[in-house]
Structure formats: C-alpha cells, structure tokens
C-alpha cells in the first residue's frame, strides 16, 4: 500500500465503514456464569470470535446461570422469536429476607420470622400458575417516563411500576433443603420474572422472601444440555480463537415453528418480494400450521430462507434472512 503520503486514497471511507470482524451467522448456547450480566458475555464473545454482530436471545440477571442463547450475524434477526419460546427455570427462595432487588445481590429491606409449611406452600400455588397479573421488580430494565427503573432504583426514588400480564405453565415446588428455604421449578412464556414470582408466592405464604439463586435450563429448542460453559470458550486474546463450527445453524432457533418447503425457484420469488399463493402449496402447508396468519418457517433444500406468515391465501414474507453464505448460515 504505498499511497502518496499526502494524497488520501479514494476507498479509506468506504473501508472504515466496513463493519469490523468476521460475517459469522449462527446461534451459540452458552452456559453463563453468575455473577456476570448478559451484555459483558454477548461483547467478550464478539471479540472472543472477532465477530461482526453478536446479540442474545433473552437476557439473564447477574445472579443468574444457564442458558443463555447468544445470536451472531443473521441468526439476530430471530431473536423475538427465541425469546416468544417457552422458558424453564429452577430456583431456590429464602425466606424471612427481602431484598430491594428481589434477589441474593440486594439489600434487605424487610424480615419475618414466619417460615411456611410445604402443605402452606402448596396452597399458595395455584394462584401463580395460567394467566396472571405480575408487577416487575424495581431493578428491571422496564422504562418510566423514558428511564430504566433499575437506575432510578439506584438512585434512590421510588418506582411503581404497574401489574402486566404473564403466562405461567408450570411452577412446582421441587424440594425443601431446610425451613428457610424452598426450591421450584417454573415453565413459563415471555416477559416473567422469576423474582417477581418469588418475592409474591413468599408473600402469599404470610412472609417475605427473595432468590438466593437462579439457573435457565431452557429457552425455546434451546436446551441446557447443549449449552456450552462460558470459561470453556476461552479467553478474548487466546489463540487459537473457539472454531465458528461450534455455531448451530440460524433456524435452530425456529425448530418449533411449523417447515414449509420451497424449490429454489419460489425461494428466489419470495426473495424478490413477491407474495405467493397458498393454492400453489396444496399438499406442502404442514398439518400443524395456521393458515389464517400462522408463522412458517420457510426452507429451500436444508437452507433457511426466512420466515413467513399465511395469511389471506398467500405466504406473506415477514422475516427473511439474507445470509453471509458462512456454513453455520443454515
């Protein structure tokens, strides 16, 4: 490159805007530690992978271990529908101690000496399972008035925050290590907070409570046996880097919605943006999708080309995914 020291060359611009870091496309399942945050995993492993783009499908709280699905490139593009999957977790609740922040890391803000039987427990429950109303802790990452509440709880004001609803479908008490506390399962939809759950379900036992700890083991077709421990990643700085084959293709994350499949030919249609006709499909729609505007996954040969929805007889494009041709594109 030996340019006139005083004569800039034409394509300098052109490559500062180049995003920095390989087109890698894929989902990555991490086993996160606790005591790091979401977002400290999603940029140690952009430069773990020297990545281009790197997000993750649902965040974590610091306490909290386990499945954390990290998106890389196009598989980003399908992270509202990771996080639209159903979540199981299992968690362990102390009794008698509340906490500002609902869980081990807070401060304690109230006690009771009450501790519930199991058959108390029991009783308690039902009225946390099906659709309920649930107000969201006050270190949430929820907006008032344009502010997060977690940082107008740092700073000491008072945050309401109203009840929104959530989907519970499972949420059992596993077992009883001592009278101080309790563990349980939860399978729930999106948007549930497990330590809104803890610190009501205490509550409702006739004291108070808090999670002392907390672990994902699902999100989606995420599972946490094939979730891989954050140390064993390495190092940003390592060499040599973790291999971009460890990325699971960008449609695993859809494992759960309904396959249609195209030729090329129709892909290449779709592609262009044009609307097809459920009637060319007869005989393809999959038993188990909704053609009165259910989502299918489209897929030409094994390759993911996007998602759409059936609506009014025709497929309509709704999420389409240009890929980087990478082979963990899918």
């Known amino acids: 490159m030996n340019h006139h020291p005083g004569k800039p060359h034409h394509n ?3 490559r500062q805007r180049k995003p920095k870091g ?25 430069r773990l992978f020297d990545a281009q783009k790197v997000g993750h499908g649902g965040t974590l709280d610091p306490l909290a271990t386990g499945v954390l699905p990290i998106a890389f490139g196009a598989a980003t593009k399908t992270v ?13 609740l102390r009794f008698g101690d509340l906490r500002d ?12 000496d009450v501790r519930p039987t199991d058959a108390e427990i029991a009783a308690a429950l039902p009225a946390f399972r099906g659709d309920i109303m649930q107000v969201p802790p006050i270190f949430s990452a929820i907006k008032v008035a344009g502010e997060r509440a977690y940082d107008l709880a740092r700073e000491g004001q008072v945050v309401e925050l109203a009840p929104r609803p959530a989907r519970v479908d499972r949420f059992e008490l596993e077992s009883r290590p001592d009278a101080d506390t309790a563990i349980f399962t939860v399978q729930s939809g999106k948007g549930v907070y497990m330590r809104s759950l803890a610190r009501d379900l205490a509550r409702a036992c006739s004291t108070v409570g808090h999670i002392a700890a907390l672990r994902r083991m699902r999100v989606g077709p995420f599972h946490e046996a094939a979730a891989i421990p954050l140390d064993k990643l390495g190092l940003p700085g390592d ?3 973790p291999s971009p084959d460890l990325l699971l293709p960008v449609a695993t994350a859809l494992a759960d919605i309904p396959a249609l499949a195209l030729t090329e030919a129709e892909a290449m249609r779709l592609l262009q943006g044009q609307a097809l006709g459920l009637v060319e499909f007869m005989g393809r729609i999959p038993d188990d999708a909704d053609p009165a505007g259910g989502l299918v996954r489209v897929m030409a040969g094994g390759r993911f080309v996007g998602l759409c929805r059936l609506e009014s007889g ?3 494009p709704e999420r389409l995914v240009a890929q980087e041709g990478s082979p963990a594109g899918g």
């Open 12 to 14: 300098a611009r052109h």
């Open 22 to 46: 390989r087109p890698l496309d894929g989902w990555l399942i991490v086993d996160k530690p606790s005591g790091m945050g979401s977002t400290d995993v999603v940029n140690r492993l952009k």
């Open 80 to 92: 509202p529908y990771v996080m639209d999957g159903t979540k199981t977790y299992r968690f362990t």
């Open 101 to 112: 922040t609902d869980d081990a890391d807070g401060k304690t803000i109230g006690t009771s």
């Open 239 to 241: 060499t040599p880097a």
């Open 314 to 316: 025709l497929v309509v």
